[in-house]
């Protein structure tokens, strides 16, 4: 089965940085394009930013742009995502989350990491 | 931006009872609308895609239905292990998916 693990939650002040890693099981990586999902107990699911599978498109939430920034390494089978200029509000669960290639539904979905942004 | 709101927010119901959840869209998506079950402390699971497709290994209990803007997921009868949050998700202009606020399903 494939499967994802996220790491690189933490405690970080505000205005800090943190980068999250989402590592995929062997399949074929670059095949599915990628996600972040966060979750808050306000706010429910948000999705947060995609990759395409070659990392030739990504596109990310408005109220992340100009601070967070996806990407991936299929050599490593691994998603990225640099979180910049982190407030309060980015506290949340992160998830990564990957398309079956064919469509565009979110097949597979990791157990998430933790952000707390506090000072 | 696509809203998905779903109703109830909280839902009760016996088990052996059959459940309906719905998910509306503010504007058509299609047919590309997905729902998760999500249960304490773990991460939303896949049910349903294309609207009325089960994904692999899930109970022929769990249906999903509509089109366009109006949706709805079935569990014809409860067990156990139903109860949850569900969110339904529209993918219908990736990347820019939303989902619904999600439905409670609590037990009776």
């Known amino acids: 089965d494939v499967e994802l693990w996220e790491s690189g939650g933490g405690l970080v002040q505000p205005g800090g940085s943190l980068r999250l890693s989402c590592v995929a099981s062997?399949?074929?990586?670059?095949?599915?394009?990628m996600s972040w999902v966060r979750q808050t107990p306000g706010k429910g699911l948000e999705w947060v930013a995609s990759?395409?599978?070659?990392?030739?498109?990504?596109k990310h939430a408005d109220f992340v742009k100009g601070r967070f920034n996806i990407s991936r390494d299929n050599s490593k089978n691994t998603l990225y995502l640099q979180m910049n200029s982190l407030r309060a509000e980015d506290s949340a669960i992160y998830y990564c989350?990957?398309?079956?290639?064919?469509?565009?539904?979110?097949?597979?979905w990791g157990k998430g990491t933790t952000v707390t942004v506090s000072s | 931006e696509i809203v998905m709101t779903q109703s109830p927010a909280t839902l009760s119901v016996s088990p052996g009872e059959r459940a309906t959840l719905s998910c509306r869209a503010s504007?058509?998506?299609?047919?590309?609308l997905a729902w998760y079950q999500q249960k304490p402390g773990q991460a939303p699971r896949l049910l349903i895609y294309r609207a009325s497709t089960r994904a692999t290994g899930v109970p022929a209990r769990f249906s999903g239905s509509g089109y366009g803007t109006e949706f709805a997921l079935t569990i014809s009868s409860l067990q156990s292990e139903d109860f949850a949050v569900y969110y339904c998700q529209q993918y219908s202009n990736w990347p820019l998916y939303t989902f619904g606020q999600g439905t409670k399903l609590e037990i009776k």
């Open positions: 062997p399949f074929t990586f670059s095949s599915s394009a």
């Open positions: 504007q058509s998506v299609s047919s590309n």
């Open positions: 989350a990957k398309d079956p290639g064919w469509d565009y539904y979110m097949d597979v």
């Open positions: 990759i395409s599978g070659t990392g030739g498109t990504a």
